[in-house]
């Protein structure tokens, strides 16, 4: 907390109403200018964290398609439905 030591001189009241008036809405405008600086930058973290999200998301579904490698393709057994082929092969 800032501590503001005034000495009063030959002011008038009104002015020394004025100065603190003016005072008071330049400290708050500073404390409101923090709290926006505060909000943009927990803003642009949890979009970081989001976009970590999704590039560990893909990474892991990329891993999981390319696991399923084989050296020669595939032959399907026609005249049987495609889920059940494709069931067979993936022994569920």
Known sequence: ???IAIIVV???V?????????LAKKRKLA????QLSRNAQE???????QEQLL??????RVQRRDAD????????????HANET???RYGI
């Open 1 to 3: 907390m800032e501590v």
């Open 43 to 49: 803003r642009d973290l949890q979009e970081q964290l």
């Open 69 to 80: 490698y084989q050296l020669e393709p595939y032959r399907y057994q026609i005249g049987r």
């Open 10 to 12: 030959g002011l008038p």
């Open 31 to 34: 404390y409101l200018n923090e």
């Open 55 to 60: 590039r560990s998301a893909e990474d892991l």
């Open 14 to 22: 009104w002015g020394l109403t004025k100065f603190l008036a003016v």
């Open 86 to 88: 494709l069931a067979l």
